[in-house]
């Protein structure tokens, strides 16, 4: 079953607004925890954010933030402030508790900046 | 300059190949991981070594084998690969999760990006 779902294959942006990324995820744990990673043309991915199952408030860094509703099973993410430079693939991930060898990754979705 | 270091960064290879991939890391973590990144798809982990034992092996054909010599280095050893098995072969490594919801993301290489033909 499909852990990590990114419904949002390509999302457009406009240089300086905001946009927010989808993740919904599947766990029957407790205990999880919840990441962003940027993935640019070079390949190499980039952790960004992470958010954990009892956290109460949402995760921020610098222009990431992390729009976390745990009863809806969502964890969103949100780039401020758009640059050219964010365009790349986003991947939302978990890594449950039960589990934490098993980091899974969503599908990603590519985000494209336009000036 | 990530702290993973992954090389070849691209590799082709015929299907009668034997060739390495060879993932290195002074984080001082104890877990390492390979995936494969198919084109559109998710990203699939293969392996899991913690403390340079193998705790997972995600149904892998044994085309590939991993070797882990010590916490900082990892292997993967190719042989009579398929063209289906061209991918990015990324590797990562983190601390072990010691507790819950710990904040350990994961610390990737920027992967080989294999062809087999």
């Known amino acids: 079953a499909q852990k990590i779902t990114q419904t949002q294959p390509g999302m457009f942006v406009q240089e300086k607004e905001a946009v927010t990324l989808d993740c919904t995820y599947d766990?029957?744990?407790?205990?999880?925890?919840l990441f962003w990673y940027k993935q640019p043309s070079s390949g190499e991915m980039i952790f960004l954010i992470y958010?954990?199952?009892?956290?109460?408030q949402n995760a921020t860094e610098g222009r990431y933030s992390l729009n976390f509703q745990k009863a809806r099973k969502s964890a969103n993410l949100v780039i401020s402030a758009s640059q050219l430079g964010d365009s790349a693939m986003y991947f939302c991930?978990?890594?449950?508790?039960?589990?934490?060898?098993?980091?899974?990754f969503g599908a990603g979705t590519r985000l494209t900046v336009k000036p | 300059e990530t702290g993973v270091t992954q090389t070849p960064r691209h590799l082709v290879m015929g299907m009668t190949n034997k060739k390495s991939l060879k993932c290195e890391q002074h984080?001082?973590?104890?877990?390492m991981y390979w995936y494969k990144q198919s084109a559109k798809k998710p990203l699939e982990l293969m392996f899991v070594?913690?403390?340079?034992?193998?705790?997972e092996n995600n149904s892998v054909p044994s085309r590939f084998s991993p070797e882990c010599p010590n916490s900082s280095h990892l292997f993967l050893h190719l042989h009579t690969l398929q063209p289906e098995d061209s991918a990015l072969y990324l590797c990562?490594?983190?601390?072990?999760?010691?507790?819950?919801?710990?904040?350990?993301?994961?610390?990737f290489g920027s992967g080989t990006r294999l062809t087999v033909v």
């Open positions: 991930a978990m890594r449950e508790g039960s589990n934490n060898n098993d980091m899974r």
């Open positions: 984080l001082g973590h104890n877990a």
């Open positions: 070594y913690n403390f340079k034992e193998q705790t």
């Open positions: 958010q954990g199952s009892y956290d109460e």
């Open positions: 766990t029957s744990d407790q205990s999880y925890g």
């Open positions: 990562a490594s983190s601390p072990t999760w010691t507790g819950p919801s710990a904040a350990y993301g994961y610390t």
